[in-house]
């Protein structure tokens, strides 16, 4: 009896902390949404700054990394890197976006960015899984629980006890029935 217990309790945990992930990644979407917002804006202020200066974008930031002040060598390393993370962030949020809801779990581990994942977590509130989508994450971590469960207890249960055999009840000896 306490074994079911136990099962159906870690059952019950891991399904509860699996239905989360549709409301982490969800979370984590509106992080890299607001990234993009953000990196759009520095690319389109560093268009603007090369053009100010009569220079394309990159030959702006060569100047800058060829500079011999050194917080325009670091300014220029920082904008030469900014359009390939522009690039990764946008590729991640556009899979995400574009993926159905049931497949977002596995892009999300495909196409993490781990300062972002880091950031999300700090702020992560858990939601309640009231759509279809978290209801099925819920059910698949209740199962995984409750069968992981079950594999950690089987080495322990394999010793089970003989069940009783019916014993056979000898008359008991007493006077003779009339007759």
Avoid at 42 to 47: H, R, T
Avoid at 114 to 119: D, F, L, N, Q, S
Wanted: hydrophobic share 45%; with cysteine.
């Amino acid at each position: 009896m306490i074994r079911r217990v136990i099962v159906l309790a870690i059952g019950l945990a891991c399904g509860i902390a699996v239905s989360q992930v549709p409301e982490f990644v969800q979370q984590y979407m509106q992080r890299l949404g607001g990234q993009l917002d953000v990196l759009s804006a520095q690319i389109a202020d560093l268009e603007t700054r090369a053009a100010e200066a009569g220079l394309s974008r990159d030959a702006y930031v060569m100047a800058l990394q060829t500079s011999v002040d050194p917080n325009g060598v670091r300014e220029g390393d920082y904008l030469a890197e900014l359009p390939q993370r522009f690039e990764a962030v946008r590729l991640a949020y556009a899979d995400l976006t574009r993926a159905a809801p049931w497949k977002r779990g596995i892009i999300f581990i495909r196409r993490y960015e781990p300062t972002t994942i880091a950031a999300t977590w700090g702020d992560f509130r858990p939601g309640i899984p009231v759509t279809t989508e978290g209801l099925g994450y819920g059910l698949v971590g209740f199962i995984v629980g409750w069968s992981a469960e079950l594999v950690l207890i089987a080495p322990f249960t394999l010793r089970r006890r003989k069940p009783a055999r019916k014993q056979r009840r000898e008359p008991v000896a007493g006077p003779p029935p009339p007759g």
